[in-house]
Every structure is written in C-alpha cells, then in structure tokens.
C-alpha cells in the first residue's frame, strides 16, 4: 500500500512539472521588417532566438498559425530555424492609415507542445506616390474678388504614413494666387485681383511632395475661370462630423446628414455634395445624396475587417467654389461571429499504457468579435477521460485524466464546447475521434464522390485536367497518400496512353491530344493509397468531358464539290417566285453552335433571279422566270459554321432554265478540264485511224478501176447512198431494162448533228413503183434483209456492190456518236466555236468515200 500511494505520488508530481515547464517555455518573439520584400527574405532566426536547436524544428512539427487571418506572410525554414517571408506583404492593405502595424503569429512546437507569441511589426517603405482626386480641377472665381480671399482645394492623398506621407505644397508661380497651407489645409489666396478683361482664364500646377526617400510628389491642374460676378465658397456646418454605426447595417441605412450653406443667391448658392479622395475599399460602403447631404450605407459593414471610416466631404456651389470638411463613422460591434474551434494537433491513437496527463492533443479557439463578445469558455463535455488545460490565449492542450485500458474501450469521440460572452450568446462544438491503439484502419478519402475534368480539344499533351485529393485521418506513414490509376482500357487502348496523375499532388495530366470528334468523353479510376501496413486505399471516378473546338469545316454533300463532278439543275420555264429550285445539303463534324450552319450565294450570274435559306439551304426563285434570263445560270453557295472563328466550304451550283434537255444545245460545256488531255488523245486516235483506212480505201479502189478496164462493162446493182433529191419522186425499174433494180437501191441519212441523233436506216425502192415519202417507213430488220440479198451476186448475174464498202460505211458511223460533242472538250465544237469536230471529218470522209465510189465504181462513165 505504501509502494502504491508513493508511485501515485511520483505520477502527480511529473503532471505538475509537465505542466509547469509547458508555461515556463512560453515566451514573446517581436520582429520588426520593411513591407514590400521580396519572398523568402529572411526576417529574424526564431531557432536561435529561442535557444533551441534548428535540427529538432522538423522533429517537433514547428508550425506558425496566423490568428484571424486568411493569408500566411511568413513561413520557418526548417534546415536553419530562419522565419522567412512567403508572400509580398503589403503594410497599406493590412493597416491603411493606423501608425503601428502588428501582425500577430503563434509559433507552435509539438512533443512537449511549447507555444510562443510571435509580433510582426511591419515597417513603412515610400512605395506610394502622393496623388489628388482628380487630375483637373475646375474653379470660377469672380474678378471682383478682393485680395486675400481663400479658396480651398481638396489636399492630396498619399498611401503610406509618418514622414513617407505628404509632407509639403508647392503652387507653381504666377501673378495672382500664393499657396496657403495650415493643418493639413490646402488654400489658394489671391494676391493680386483678377481682371477678366486681361485674363479670363488661366492654369495653375499645384505639386504636393512626401518626405520618403526616393521623394514622390503628385501634380494636379487648376483651371481658373475669372467671372464677372460676387460669390461666395460654400461653408459646411462642422469641419468634423462624426457617426456611430453598428455593423451589419442593412443597405439604405442613413448615417449622418451634412450640410453646407452659400451666402450667395439664386445659381450660385445651389451647393451640391460629394465624397474626396476615398480608398478603394470605402467607395462600395457609402454613399452621399448630392442634394441633401445624406450619407448612406451602400455596402457591407463588418467590424472585424474595419472598425472605423474616415471620409472626406466636398461642397461645390453653382460656380464652381468649393469648402472640405471631414466625417469619422465608428463601427459598433456586435456579436455575429460563433466560436470557432481548430484542431491544431491531434494524435491518432494513444497508448494504452500512456500515464495520465499525457498530451494527444492542442485546439485553438477563435471569435472574431471583441470585448464580452470575443471572450471563450471553452470544455469537454461527456465521460470520457480527457481534459482541456489551458495554454497561451486562447490555447489549450487535450490531456488525458485516468488510465486508459484499450480491452475496455477502443475509441473515444471527445466533444469540445466553446462559448462566447456575448448577449446572446454564440457557441459552437467540435469532435475528436481518438483511437487507443495505433493501428492502420483508416483507408484515404477522397475529398469529393466523384470528378469531373473539362478539357478543350486539340489540347496539347501534358496539359493539366483536374485535381484529385484524398485525406486520411490516420497517423505518420499511415496517414500518406499515394495516388495511381487503376489499370483500364479507353477504346481498346490502355488508360495510361490517355492519361496520367502525379503520385504525390493527384494532378491528372493529359498524355495525349484528344479530338472531340472521336472521342467526347471517358473515365478513369484513380486509387489513393496510404503507406501504412497493410495498405488501405479507395478508390474515385474522375470524368473526363472533352469540350468541342470548331476545328472542322463545313462539309457539302450536296451537290459534289467540283473536281468530282458536275450537279446541273433544271429550272422549268415557268417557274414563279418562291419556287423551290434545289438545295445544298452539308454537315459539320462539329456540335453545338460549332456545327450551326448558314448558307450564303456568294456569287450568281443573275443576282435577282435566286435566293437561299440562311438555315435550311433551299436555293429558290425570287421572281418568275422571264424570257430574257440567260439559260444557264451559275451560283457559288458558302456555307459557314457558327463557330469562332468561323469556318466555310464553297460549292458551285449550275442551273439549265430549260423543259427537256434536248433544248439545249450546250450541255457539252459542262464537262471536266482533267477530261480534255485525254479526250483530246482519243480524237486523234480516231483521225488517224479514219485517214488510215481512206488512203487504203483509195488503194483499193484504183485497183478495183484498173481490174475493171480490163473487163467487159457489168451491170451493177446500186447500194450507194444517194440523196433521194436525185431520184424521181414516184420512180420503179422497167422490168427487162437491166439498167437497175429497185431492190438493191438505199438512201442513208447521216447524223444531223444533235447530240441525240443517230444513222438512220432507210428503206428500199421495191419493184414496183413507191412513193418517196415512205422510205422511212422500214425497219432497220428490212434494212438488213435487203443487205443480206445485196450480197448475193448469184440471184442477179451482174456484179453486185461491194459489201465492205457498206460495213465501212456502218463502222465509220458506228464510232461517230463516241466522238460527238458529248464526249468532247467545249474548246473543238465547231458549231459553238468556229472549229471542226471529229463528228464533222466523219461526215467529210463518208462524203468522199460515197463520191469515189460512185465516180470510180459505181458509174465511172458518168
């Protein structure tokens, strides 16, 4: 028993130490720095200072926690124990006007927890310019002012304090005004009286100069208008108005009501109200009714950011003279911010075996508001066995109170209360989960369920999509998140030739150009994963949404873009306005307004004729079709995307005001220029292969006539063809004549020349007398009988016509169609354009070919 009450004892007495070497640590650190320095500029050695070795700074968690602030200034460099600026710090956004400049930091060691009281004096450096409301100031002074009258002239504004603020005026020099200043009081006085008939107008430069060094000064301009009337400079009512204003005052909140009067009458005693120089913060806050003089409030009134507004007045009369005066408005406070509890520290287990008073942990509560409404009470409410023992303001340290037995209970949540003083008063808790056995049983959680990256297209490889950030509340090693991608596939690819993430940040990176058109979206599992043993991870979905670019142009399916080939419409002849005529069909690859297509005629042979449908592509009539309109018609449609910038296609439309195509004559113009090299080849192919055959022809021919004048004369049967025009209309053979049979006589029509035409098959003359009129009346079939018989020299007895000069004949006009004017280039048609065709030297050669055989053949005695 006494063994025990002596351990008891020992316990108690190391809490007490404990506790008495955490208060006597405890001390205050002031540095005193200029503003504006560069980051990472050292301002003192905290290490040093607080006689402690730089080395264990990483050890013990040294750590600066900013009170009420948002920003971190400065920053511990854990190698040297230097305490470093991390940010530009600007001493005019953090103070404005007050003389003294404090920032208060407390410097936090873990293991045993020391607290100390850090103060930032940061000094003022001349980084501001002194500078007036305005550039030009605009004054209208009579000429019968007397001399030594003042006029008032808004002072100048300079940024920083003490000797960096404005220190001096100086009036550049001119014969009827001096410089007068006097408590910050800036007054033009005249020294000589004016005179309007000599100078009605002039400028005067007034500098004002700080005391900083390098010295800034700031200029502004006085324009003096010299009038011929008495007036008076408006006077205010107080030179200091003052105000109280709770914070949190709605909008339309009246402050205060100023007033000024002008011993001056009618125009000139109308005195209208403004603010002076104001700072960028305070022009959003208040307003001021130029009539009345009421002071408003506009904006948000919040104590804690500003607790008191000093603003300038400025009273102007009718023409122009102006008086200042100045309004402070204090800012009552009023208890609207809660108590807000941070975990600084917090262990996540505690040994089972830890004595009592061991620390698993420190919290620092903060209220906004001041006086009552900022004082805390602050503790732990529940059975667990923990306390809250106080430290430095507004800290306190989680210690626990009995021993602890992990077989009994595992976890503990440890709820924190704090309260204010204020009336009413605001509160508000916090929970701490604390395990007894450090195990790794907390697997990383990501900050969001799921994310969503957006990334334009065409993007270049390695650009950044999103961020994934996972926590885990465990401790050390077991607590580090490891983030990967979990193996998939994208389109048949894997994922990692999308996309990649950065195992320490979870930044996603693209690896590759992605193209919206291919591919809009897709996802990918991220797997954050801590150190601990085993290893516990989780797992989120991360979507990546491809936004579209107007990287494709509008493609026209209809009609084809030339260079493949020709789309001709025909428009009948009497179409009315507003009739529909064609349209051009084209689609963008695009989506969204990157894909909303606009059609345009960009250029027609008929301006008037046609119009388009700016969104549909109906290419219609505008009036009726009128006989003076030019058969063939051209458009050039553009077709642009909405996209920025936008991009277009063109296409050519022709247009055959025609009923049947028969009617025209010039189809053939529509062909292709790639076409015309090789149609041109075939043409003289062709010509070269008719003069073969002609000059063989001939050969044979004047064998055949020098065979024949060896010969006794023949009868011959006639199988020429020979224009009916040279025949008795109603002509037949008299039988026993032998002179020729009817039978064996054709008349063959050659092509007349339309692109439709063909050889025609003509009847024979019978044996009896027919008339002309019906030998079109056969068939080819009676053609080809009487061709037949032709051919049969054995029913006649004489020597019949030669076969094949016929078969010549039928191959010569065979070929012509393939060489007409459709198949030929517009440049050689020789009834469009002067020049002879191929379908032209077929005709010329079955001329000559008719006419040699008929002189040398057929009747050479003739």
Not at 45 to 59: E, F, M, Q, T, Y
Not at 100 to 110: A, F, K, R, T
Request: proline share 5%; with cysteine.
């Amino acid at each position: 028993m006494e063994s025990k009450g002596l351990s008891s004892f020992a316990l108690l007495l190391r809490f007490c130490s404990l506790v008495a070497a955490l208060r006597f640590v405890h001390g205050d650190l002031s540095y005193s720095f200029l503003e504006e320095m560069k980051r990472e500029s050292v301002i003192g050695n905290v290490a040093k200072d607080l006689g402690i070795n730089p080395k264990i700074l990483s050890s013990r968690k040294a750590r600066l926690d900013f009170e009420g602030a948002r920003r971190r200034f400065c920053d511990i460099n854990m190698n040297t124990g230097d305490l470093i600026t991390s940010e530009r710090i600007d001493r005019e956004s953090l103070c404005g006007k007050k003389p003294s400049c404090v920032v208060n930091v407390d410097l936090v060691l873990e293991t045993p927890l020391e607290l100390h009281r850090v103060s930032l004096h940061i000094q003022d450096v001349n980084d501001n310019s002194p500078k007036f409301k305005k550039d030009l100031i605009e004054m209208e002074i009579s000429e019968m002012a007397e001399k030594g009258n003042h006029f008032s002239i808004e002072e100048a504004h300079d940024a920083d304090i003490g000797q960096n603020a404005v220190q001096r005026y100086t009036l550049q020099k001119n014969e009827n005004f001096i410089l007068s200043v006097e408590n910050n009081k800036v007054e033009l006085v005249l020294e000589n009286k004016l005179d309007r008939e000599k100078l009605s107008e002039m400028n005067v430069v007034l500098t004002a100069v700080d005391g900083g060094s390098p010295q800034r000064s700031g200029t502004v301009i006085i324009h003096v208008t010299v009038l011929d009337a008495n007036d008076n400079a408006p006077v205010f009512s107080q030179d200091v108005y003052k105000a109280t204003l709770p914070e949190n005052s709605p909008p339309d909140t009246l402050v205060i009501t100023v007033s000024a009067t002008d011993a001056d009458e009618g125009v000139n005693a109308d005195v209208t109200y403004d603010f002076g120089h104001m700072t960028e913060d305070d022009v959003n806050v208040f307003s001021i009714d130029p009539k009345t003089g009421e002071i408003k409030v506009i904006g948000v009134i919040d104590f804690e950011v500003k607790g008191i507004f000093e603003l300038r007045l400025e009273a102007k009369d009718g023409l122009g003279l102006t008086s200042y005066a100045k309004v402070l408005i204090e800012v009552t406070d009023v208890n609207d911010n809660p108590p807000v509890i941070y975990l600084k520290s917090l262990s996540s287990s505690i040994p089972e075996n830890a004595p009592p008073g061991t620390e698993v942990g420190i919290i620092n509560v903060q209220d906004r508001d001041s006086d009552k409404n900022g004082q805390v009470r602050c503790s732990i409410q529940g059975n667990a066995p923990f306390k809250l023992v106080p430290s430095i303001k507004n800290y306190y340290s989680v210690v626990s109170t009995g021993q602890l037995d992990r077989e009994l209970v595992s976890d503990y949540n440890i709820s924190i209360f704090a309260t204010d003083e204020g009336s009413p008063p605001l509160s508000s808790s916090k929970s701490v989960h604390l395990s007894v056995a450090d195990i790794n049983d907390n697997p990383p959680v990501f900050e969001e369920q799921s994310y969503s990256a957006y990334v334009s297209e065409n993007n270049q490889a390695g650009s950044t999509l999103c961020r994934v950030s996972a926590r885990d509340p465990d401790w050390r090693q077991n607590g580090t998140v490891i983030y990967s991608l979990l193996a998939a596939e994208v389109n048949g690819a894997p994922v990692s030739s999308y996309v990649s993430v950065n195992g320490d940040t979870g930044l996603i990176h693209a690896v590759r150009s992605f193209d919206y058109e291919q591919l809009r979206s897709f996802q990918v599992q991220v797997m954050a994963r801590d150190n601990g043993s085993p290893p516990l991870s989780s797992n989120v979905s991360v979507s990546v949404l491809i936004w579209d670019v107007n990287d494709n142009s509008p493609q026209i399916l209809y009609p084809a873009p030339e260079g493949s080939s020709f789309m001709t419409e025909l428009v009948p002849k009497a179409a009315h306005g507003g009739s529909l005529v064609s349209k051009v069909i084209a689609v963008d690859a695009d989506s969204g307004q990157n894909a909303w297509l606009s059609y345009h005629i960009v250029k027609s042979t008929d301006p008037g004729l046609f119009t388009i449908g700016l969104h549909s592509g109906e290419i219609r009539t505008q009036r009726d079709i009128s006989q003076s309109d030019s058969m063939k018609q051209n458009l050039i449609v553009a077709v642009k995307d909405n996209g920025q910038p936008s991009l277009s296609a063109t296409c050519a439309m022709y247009l055959l005001i025609s009923d049947n195509l028969a009617e025209v004559p010039e189809l053939k113009e529509i062909s292709y220029e790639e076409k015309n090299s090789k149609l041109t080849s075939y043409l003289i192919i062709a010509l070269v292969c008719v003069s073969t055959f002609f000059l063989t022809f001939i050969i044979i021919i004047l064998g055949v006539r020098f065979c024949r004048r060896r010969k006794p004369r023949l009868l011959f049967d006639g199988a020429v063809a020979i224009p009916s025009g040279y025949l008795p209309p109603n002509y037949a053979d008299v039988d026993g004549t032998g002179t020729l049979r009817s039978a064996y006589n054709y008349d063959a029509y050659l092509t007349t020349g339309s692109r439709t035409s063909d050889f025609k098959f003509v009847s024979s003359y019978n044996d009896n007398t027919l008339p002309a009129d019906q030998t079109l009346r056969k068939s080819p079939t009676d053609f080809l009988e009487a061709f037949d018989e032709s051919t049969d020299a054995s029913q006649v007895g004489t020597y019949s016509s030669p076969s094949w000069f016929h078969v010549l004949n039928i191959i010569c006009l065979f070929f012509a169609p393939s060489l007409t004017e459709k198949h030929i280039p517009p440049h050689v048609s020789f009834w469009r354009h002067g020049s002879i065709t191929s379908l032209d030297y077929v005709h010329i050669f079955n001329f000559i070919c008719t006419f040699l055989y008929c002189y040398l053949v057929k009747y050479p005695t003739s």
